[in-house]
């Protein structure tokens, strides 16, 4: 069976092509500005011509959104594509998972179930580098044990940027030095290492409040940065939410 999953985040729409439960291509397009359900139209179909994808093809469409005035505009747009409803998933969606709060975001859910059906048999922390920092963290058993909820990364720095008048648009990514004489590699190193050390805190406090050493997986847009500078986080998958939505949806 050949689905699309669509996770619409606050930063950015992830579509996923699935070959049963592989994700064979995946592609991001940007949430802001909001678009119109004949925007979002138009621009899935270049997107599909672009990855060969046809909509003939696609048995299943599976949506995932945190952006509820877009969940409506997507469906709208799969509709006009596919000629199918699409299946909608939230944390009220069945599963292996106890969400065990009605607050819960369908992403951090996802992350939860993704977590829990890729590998089991263990304690699981998820670290989702989004517009928000997230931390969770599930049992063996599907029950959630809590969530911490932290400024994303770029979401923290560009609000440095813009609040301040000489600091200047930098690249994330690993400084040449910890200690720094130029403002952009100051600014890595405090952007880097500062929210590495927030990761690796959360991490092993919740280590210490489980009683137990969680394997560690980290997805969201800068995850890669981070993952290569500790040995806390164990995989990093980009489309870990993606698959999360996946697993919700495909018996529907």
Same mark, same amino acid.
Request: with cysteine.
């Given at each position: 069976?050949?689905?699309?999953?669509?996770?619409?985040?606050?930063?950015?729409?992830?579509?996923?092509?699935?070959?049963?439960?592989?994700?064979?291509?995946?592609?991001?397009?940007?949430?802001? @500005?909001?678009?119109? &359900?004949? #925007?979002?139209?138009? *621009?899935?179909?270049?997107?599909?011509?672009?990855?060969?994808?046809?909509?003939? #093809? +696609?048995?299943?469409?599976?949506?995932? =959104? %945190?952006? @509820?005035?877009? $969940?409506?505009?997507?469906?709208?747009? +799969?509709?006009?594509?596919?000629?199918? $409803?699409?299946?909608? %998933?939230?944390?009220?969606?069945? =599963?292996?998972? *106890?969400?065990?709060?009605? *607050?819960?975001? !369908?992403?951090?859910? &996802?992350?939860?179930?993704?977590?829990?059906?890729?590998?089991?048999?263990?304690?699981?922390?998820?670290?989702?580098?989004? $517009? &928000?920092?997230?931390?969770?963290?599930? &049992? #063996?058993?599907?029950?959630?044990?809590? %969530?911490?909820?932290?400024?994303? +990364?770029?979401?923290?720095?560009? =609000?440095?940027?813009?609040?301040?008048? *000489?600091? @200047?648009?930098?690249?994330?990514?690993?400084?040449?030095? %910890?200690?720094?004489?130029?403002?952009? $590699?100051?600014?890595?190193?405090?952007?880097?290492? /500062?929210?590495?050390?927030?990761?690796?805190?959360f991490i092993n406090r919740i280590n210490d409040e489980v009683n137990d050493d969680c394997f560690?997986?980290? !997805? /969201?847009?800068?995850?890669?940065?981070?993952? @290569?500078?500790?040995?806390?986080?164990?995989?990093?998958?980009?489309?870990?939410?993606?698959? /999360?939505?996946?697993?919700?949806?495909?018996?529907?």
């Open positions: 069976m050949n689905s699309i999953v669509i996770n619409v985040g606050n930063s950015n729409i992830r579509f996923g092509l699935f070959n049963g439960d592989n994700c064979d291509i995946s592609w991001v397009i940007n949430t802001k @500005p909001y678009r119109t &359900a004949d #925007e979002l139209y138009v *621009q899935m179909l270049m997107l599909y011509q672009t990855y060969k994808v046809e909509p003939k #093809e +696609i048995d299943k469409v599976i949506i995932g =959104s %945190v952006v @509820p005035q877009l $969940t409506k505009v997507m469906s709208s747009g +799969i509709k006009k594509i596919h000629g199918v $409803t699409p299946v909608i %998933v939230d944390r009220s969606t069945p =599963s292996g998972v *106890q969400a065990k709060s009605k *607050q819960m975001g !369908t992403d951090i859910y &996802a992350n939860l179930v993704a977590a829990h059906n890729l590998y089991p048999n263990r304690k699981k922390i998820v670290i989702d580098f989004g $517009t &928000a920092l997230t931390a969770s963290c599930v &049992a #063996e058993t599907g029950e959630t044990l809590g %969530v911490i909820i932290a400024p994303g +990364i770029v979401t923290s720095l560009n =609000s440095l940027i813009n609040q301040t008048a *000489q600091l @200047p648009d930098i690249e994330l990514k690993k400084p040449k030095s %910890v200690l720094g004489l130029d403002t952009v $590699t100051c600014m890595q190193s405090g952007m880097v290492y /500062g929210f590495l050390g927030m990761v690796e805190g560690v997986v980290a !997805t /969201g847009g800068v995850s890669h940065v981070y993952k @290569p500078l500790t040995d806390k986080i164990h995989v990093m998958d980009r489309l870990h939410t993606l698959k /999360g939505l996946y697993f919700l949806g495909k018996d529907l």
